[in-house]
């Protein structure tokens, strides 16, 4: 079987290698295609893929080149994890955000807007390409923002493309050992969109468990989220949020805490990730060593920010493992190539899930998954406040993907406007213009 990873230079691709080193079933991935812009990078990653197949004789074929067309054809699956504008246009998403006092995180709020307006166009070429050169391929969107990215590429692909993110996992996994279940065999009951969701049950040999998690403070401060939001508020919304959801519940706090940091996230990584890259190409004695150690620095900091904000210090050891969205990626192929029944969190489209949404609204919620594809299962209403944000959030995204379509200036401040993180039109304004003069990527945003 035939893998092709677009975005194959990024940093988390030896993630995916890993997973797929561990999986000798018959019907396995036999050969993979590294797909990127940069030639120095996808000869960085394809060292580090080379160290982890030693010793593994019947390690998948590795093969990279810059050219879309070449990679996309014969695919059997294509992970789509590209990153428009690499870190240094993370970083200026968040400074130009920053600027104006709100937030420039590059899924929420301001900094996921400019991100979805570089990367929308450039989703929907690659999602045309692989129409005509790989129609019976199944696309494994990892680009962020996931579920904005991956309505958009749905337009030309339907359900052929579905999204993945381990954030709901590892909040699930997380949970079920706490209650002292099984993490691979709990139902994670989760509703929402891409980092907008909320853990509403966690059913262990068919009972919820998720009422004596919320009823008992030692185990609430036992945990990420727990520490993150505390047990008070947990309480209140009667579920535990995504961690994304820190950036609107605790939104002052965030941006005050992200403006007084040294170095916002994507900066951090952009410096970190080029020392990497720049050791490899000095010679590093083992490319899976240098790999390895910036992982596991980049780990520990994750969310920094946040756990300054709500004073809970550095990450616990224990919630240093993630959902690891190769995994999912992993359980998704088996379940579709060798049809293999699974139930995994994805994004997909809505069909008649939530009836606040349309049917091609694409959410994030378990699905069943077969030889056919994923669908999404029946799951009980949201909340009225949890459907008002949903269906405001939702709003931004379609008039983000209404500007890409149109190259509308005035589309693209609305989209900016209208987000619940942006507190005025005019700073809106200001942003489309700051995001512009940044991002030549967004040069195609003049029309009225």
């Not at 019947?58 to 428009?84: C, H, K, M, N, Y």
């Amino acid at each position: 079987m035939r893998l092709v990873i677009l975005g194959g230079g990024g940093f988390r691709v030896p993630l995916v290698y890993r997973a797929l080193l561990g999986d000798h079933a018959e019907g396995r991935v036999t050969e993979i295609v590294l797909h990127d812009l940069d030639a120095a990078r996808l000869g960085a990653v394809a060292r580090v893929l080379a160290d982890q197949a030693l010793g593994v004789p019947d390690a998948p074929a590795v093969t990279a080149t810059t050219d879309l067309d070449e990679a996309l054809r014969g695919a059997d699956f294509v992970f789509s994890a590209i990153r428009v504008g690499g870190l240094e246009g993370r970083a200026a998403d968040e400074r130009v955000a920053l600027a104006e006092g709100v937030l420039g995180q590059e899924t929420v709020g301001a900094g996921g807007i400019a991100y979805g307006l570089r990367t929308v166009p450039v989703a929907l070429d690659i999602a045309r390409r692989v129409r005509e050169l790989a129609p019976d391929a199944w696309v494994i969107n990892f680009t962020n923002p996931a579920g904005l990215v991956t309505e958009a590429m749905s337009r030309e692909l339907g359900d052929r493309v579905i999204g993945i993110c381990d954030s709901p996992v590892g909040l699930g996994r997380r949970v079920a050992r706490i209650l002292g279940g099984d993490p691979d065999s709990a139902f994670i009951d989760y509703v929402g969109l891409n980092h907008l969701g909320w853990l509403r049950g966690l059913r262990i040999d068919g009972r919820d468990e998720l009422p004596r998690l919320l009823g008992d403070d030692a185990l609430l401060g036992s945990f990420e989220e727990g520490r993150l939001f505390g047990a008070e508020w947990l309480r209140s919304l009667g579920a535990v949020p995504n961690e994304y959801l820190h950036y609107y519940y605790f939104n002052r706090e965030a941006v005050r805490s992200y403006q007084e940091a040294e170095q916002t996230r994507g900066a951090f990584l952009r410096d970190q990730q080029a020392r990497f890259y720049d050791e490899l190409q000095r010679g590093s004695d083992s490319a899976w060593k240098a790999w390895d150690a910036t992982r596991a620095e980049r780990e520990a900091t994750y969310m920094a920010e946040n756990r300054e904000a709500a004073g809970v210090g550095e990450r616990a050891e224990e919630d240093l493992e993630s959902g690891g969205y190769e995994k999912v990626a992993l359980a998704l192929m088996r379940a579709i190539a060798r049809d293999e029944r699974a139930t995994l969190i994805l994004n997909v489209r809505n069909r008649t899930t939530l009836s606040a949404l349309d049917g091609d609204a694409v959410i994030e919620v378990p699905c069943s998954v077969d030889a056919n594809g994923a669908h999404p299962m029946v799951v009980d209403p949201l909340p009225l406040h949890a459907t008002g944000l949903v269906c405001a959030v939702k709003a931004v995204e379609r008039e983000v993907l209404a500007a890409a379509s149109s190259g509308s200036r005035t589309t693209a401040v609305k989209a900016f406007a209208l987000h619940p993180l942006v507190d005025s039109v005019a700073v809106a304004r200001r942003l489309v213009e700051g995001y512009r003069g940044v991002h030549p990527g967004l040069a195609y945003l003049n029309g009225a």
